[in-house]
């Protein structure tokens, strides 16, 4: 990617630094030459879509497509990526629905609205939805190029609200962050949980991320937990145990550990 964001240091400064600047960077990004040519190349190709292999078979599309979904991992892996687009979700023995990974269910699921969805005003706000993703996911990426635990910050303010919003239930919303590697990875580190709890019963992980959340910040209910108010606390709670985690002086210790009392 041609541009780079302006990320001035790690730890809390340098996340405040970064938050303060957002809207202005991001608006830089999404003007620069390649964003807006991949943004007109995905209006252009998107409504004409009509197998699974018109994505798959396009390696710009798909670029843009896979980016929008964080999935750019998944970039040389075309056989997968077809039978997921084009199992759909329909189905529950489809593809997307029986892999723990949410982003898998949210790319099909996305595809099969898009077409649906051609050619109507609603199929039009569907396409920007998923140009807004490209550029945010695009952003993130680039800011985490440089500092890897403000690509999780990011995605964590940006991801927990959109998956509270459409979870049907708390244990729901529960098990999608479970299985979303990026918000596992915050609130792992959050509420001070190896990585080794993955290996447990996926209802003895729920129980235990339940009764942290609820030590820690004094409710288990993730639609709490991404209110406007709150989720910044969550955010900076990550850096600050990256923070921790990452420095063995103790006078950082000491004054990250006054700052976690205070959120």
């Given at each position: 990617?041609?541009?780079?964001?302006?990320?001035?240091?790690?730890?809390?400064?340098?996340?405040?630094?970064?938050?303060?600047?957002?809207?202005?960077?991001?608006?830089?990004?999404?003007?620069?030459?390649?964003?807006?040519?991949?943004?007109?190349?995905?209006?252009?190709?998107?409504?004409?879509?009509?197998?699974?292999?018109?994505?798959?078979?396009d390696y710009r599309l798909k670029k843009v497509v896979l980016g929008a979904f964080d999935m750019l991992e998944d970039i040389g892996s075309r056989f997968f990526v077809k039978k997921l687009i084009g199992d759909g979700i329909a189905n529950p023995q489809a593809l997307a629905n029986r892999l723990q990974d949410a982003r898998y269910k949210d790319l099909a699921g996305a595809m099969v609205l898009s077409s649906t969805l051609a050619g109507t005003d609603a199929g039009a706000a569907h396409l920007e939805g998923i140009v807004l993703k490209y550029q945010e996911l695009s952003f993130e990426r680039a800011v985490g190029d440089q500092n890897a635990d403000f690509r999780v910050a990011m995605g964590l303010e940006r991801q927990l609200p959109e998956l509270t919003s459409s979870a049907n239930s708390n244990n729901a919303a529960w098990f999608r962050v479970m299985g979303t590697k990026s918000l596992r990875t915050a609130f792992e580190t959050v509420l001070?949980?190896?990585?080794?709890?993955?290996?447990?019963?996926?209802?003895?992980?729920?129980?235990?991320?339940?009764?942290?959340?609820e030590t820690r910040f004094g409710t288990d209910q993730l639609s709490e937990l991404a209110k406007e108010d709150m989720l910044p606390k969550l955010s900076e709670a990550y850096i600050v145990q990256r923070q921790i985690s990452d420095s063995g002086q103790s006078g950082v210790q000491s004054i990250a550990l006054q700052l976690l009392r205070g959120i």
């Open positions: 990617m041609t541009f780079q964001p302006f990320v001035s240091g790690g730890g809390l400064a340098g996340w405040y630094g970064l938050k303060s600047s957002l809207p202005r960077q991001m608006a830089a990004m999404s003007s620069s030459p390649e964003m807006q040519t991949d943004a007109a190349y995905l209006r252009e190709k998107m409504p004409a879509l009509s197998a699974a292999s018109d994505v798959t078979d001070g949980l190896p990585s080794s709890f993955s290996q447990l019963d996926l209802d003895k992980q729920l129980e235990i991320f339940k009764s942290k959340a």
